[in-house]
C-alpha cells in the first residue's frame, strides 16, 4: 500500500512539472523578454568597467554581431564570433571554459543572450558589457 501512495506522489509531480514546462515552453516570449530573462542569469560590466580590464589586458573581448558589423569596427583585439555561430564555433575558438570573457554586440541584446549562452555552456567567466559597442563608442574609447 505504502509503494502505491509513493508512486502516486511522485507521479503527481512529474506530471505537475511536465504541464508547468509546456506552459512556459507555450508562453509568447518577446526577443526582450528572452533578454530580461537572461539578464537575470548572467554577469554584466559596465562600458567604464570594461575599459579598465581592457587596458588592464585581461580578458578575451568577444563580438557578437555579424562579420560585416565587426568589420566596420570593434574593440581593438576583440574575437568575432557572430550569435548565430556561437555554439558551433566557441570551443574551437576558445577550448578553455575558464577564459574571462567579456561579450559585446551593438546594444547588449544579443550580446545577453550569447553571454547566457556560454554560461550554459560550461564558460565559467563570460560577462556582458551592457550598451555594448554603441556605448563603447559613444564613450570615446579605442576602435579597429
Not at 30 to 35: A, F, I, L, R, Y
Not at 55 to 73: A, H, I, N, W, Y
Not at 81 to 96: A, Q
Not at 109 to 135: D, I, P, S, V
Request: hydrophobic share 40%; proline share 3%.
Amino acid at each position: 500500500m505504502k509503494k502505491c501512495k509513493l508512486y502516486a506522489i511522485v507521479m503527481a509531480f512529474f506530471s505537475a512539472m511536465i504541464l508547468t514546462a509546456q506552459a512556459s515552453m507555450a508562453a509568447d516570449l518577446t526577443s526582450q523578454d528572452m533578454v530580461a530573462e537572461a539578464k537575470k542569469t548572467i554577469c554584466e560590466v559596465s562600458v567604464s568597467e570594461a575599459k579598465t580590464l581592457f587596458d588592464q589586458g585581461g580578458p578575451l573581448f568577444v563580438d557578437c554581431r555579424t562579420s560585416k558589423e565587426f568589420k566596420m569596427g570593434h574593440i581593438p583585439g576583440a574575437m568575432n564570433i557572430p550569435r548565430g555561430l556561437l555554439e558551433f564555433k566557441v570551443s574551437g575558438k576558445i577550448p578553455d571554459k575558464n577564459t574571462d570573457i567579456v561579450m559585446y554586440c551593438k546594444k547588449g541584446g544579443r550580446g545577453c543572450l550569447a553571454t547566457c549562452t556560454l554560461c550554459r555552456m560550461g564558460y565559467k567567466n563570460a560577462t556582458n558589457m551592457n550598451g555594448g559597442w554603441m556605448a563603447w563608442e559613444k564613450a570615446g574609447y579605442p576602435v579597429e
